[in-house]
């Protein structure tokens, strides 16, 4: 359920984030991965008890479309600095989702932490790297 709240409470931000800029493309980009978010979210906050080959199943799901949305994002937003960490994010998450799902139902016991623990970190460096090259460019101005 925890993991759950996390992704209710990620899609929130990721909803608010939206409509910071960025044109039509970005909206509706971070608008999927909002919906994305609050989907997984809900479902592992209502469904707790289903299992953990339910709950690995529903993540490798969401991991392999976040590296999809990541690369699209990449691909959209290539020249911009620091786009390159989407584009390494989005490929470890498809990487990690593809892995752990031909591995079922063994990865089941232990994929959902590794699962979660690799992709904040990931996201996490994104979020910094971009936050940093924005503000060389508006250092830069």
């Not at 707790?48 to 969401?62: A, D, E, H, R």
């Not at 959902?112 to 503000?135: K, T, Y």
């Given at each position: 359920?925890?993991?759950?709240?996390?992704?209710?409470?990620?899609?929130?931000?990721?909803?608010?984030?939206?409509?910071?800029?960025?044109?039509?493309?970005?909206?509706?980009?971070?608008?999927?991965?909002?919906?994305?978010?609050?989907?997984?979210?809900?479902?592992?906050?209502?469904?707790?008890?289903?299992?953990?080959?339910?709950?690995?199943?529903?993540?490798?799901?969401?991991?392999?479309?976040?590296?999809?949305?990541?690369?699209?994002?990449?691909?959209?937003?290539?020249?911009?600095?620091?786009?390159?960490?989407?584009?390494?994010?989005?490929?470890?998450?498809?990487?990690l989702g593809l892995l752990i799902g031909f591995h079922l139902p063994?990865?089941?016991?232990?994929?959902?932490?590794?699962?979660?623990?690799i992709s904040f970190v990931m996201q996490g460096s994104v979020f910094l790297m971009l936050g940093l090259a924005g503000?060389?460019?508006?250092?830069?101005?």
């Amino acid at each position: 359920m925890l993991i759950g709240w996390f992704l209710v409470i990620g899609a929130g931000f990721q909803l608010f984030g939206a409509f910071g800029g960025g044109g039509l493309g970005h909206v509706l980009l971070r608008l999927a991965l909002a919906a994305v978010s609050l989907i997984a979210g809900i479902w592992l906050i209502t469904q707790p008890m289903k299992g953990t080959i339910t709950l690995t199943v529903l993540l490798v799901s969401y991991f392999i479309v976040f590296g999809i949305m990541h690369l699209l994002a990449y691909f959209a937003n290539w020249e911009v600095e620091g786009a390159g960490s989407l584009a390494v994010t989005g490929v470890l998450q498809l990487i990690l989702g593809l892995l752990i799902g031909f591995h079922l139902p063994s990865s089941a016991n232990w994929a959902i932490g590794l699962l979660v623990g690799i992709s904040f970190v990931m996201q996490g460096s994104v979020f910094l790297m971009l936050g940093l090259a924005g503000r060389r460019a508006s250092e830069s101005l």
